[in-house]
């Protein structure tokens, strides 16, 4: 009985300890969807858009209902990912889309995806800090946000 509980014990040790394996998550990554990270705005490649990231995720963290916003600015398209404040969540499809809104109105000739999804917002999260740590190169990068921007249009 006792080489059984052992045995037992061990086995899951064993599983519990090789279940974290191989994913290689920041801190800051990890608790993004707890608290407020407040990512900088990360480029993937230059464009010749004249959109600043950074004026992007002023505009959109100026507005109430939000408290994080992510800013991932690509080739063509810029990714704006956000959580929205929790007594705000029952508004959450005409918050997206007067940020929508907002956005195309102050840059017309940019291509905006907007997101209130959390793993959106990880996925953004994620990528830049990739690509601040200089594991991903640019074209890298630039492909990993045609998959988020993919899998937020899978959403829809």
């Given amino acids: 009985m006792k080489k059984t509980l052992v045995v037992t014990t061990a086995i899951f040790t064993i599983l519990a300890g090789t279940g974290c394996q191989g994913r290689d998550d920041t801190a800051r990554s990890r608790l993004a969807l707890m608290k407020t990270t ?6 993937t490649q230059h464009s010749n858009s004249n959109v600043s990231e950074e004026a992007v995720k002023k505009a959109v963290a100026k507005m109430p209902e939000l408290y994080d916003v992510a800013v991932v600015k690509g080739k063509k398209d810029i990714l704006v990912a956000y959580k929205v404040r929790h007594m705000h969540r029952f508004r959450m499809k005409a918050i997206e889309k007067k940020v929508t809104k907002k956005l195309e109105k102050k840059y017309p000739d940019a291509n905006f995806m907007v997101s209130s999804d959390y793993k959106i917002f990880l996925e953004a999260t994620r ?8 594991k991903m190169s640019g074209k890298e990068a630039e492909g990993r946000l045609q998959q988020i921007i993919k899998l937020q249009q899978e959403k829809t």
């Fill in 38 to 43: 407040n990512p900088e705005p990360v480029q």
């Fill in 127 to 134: 990528l830049r800090d990739e690509v601040k740590r200089g």
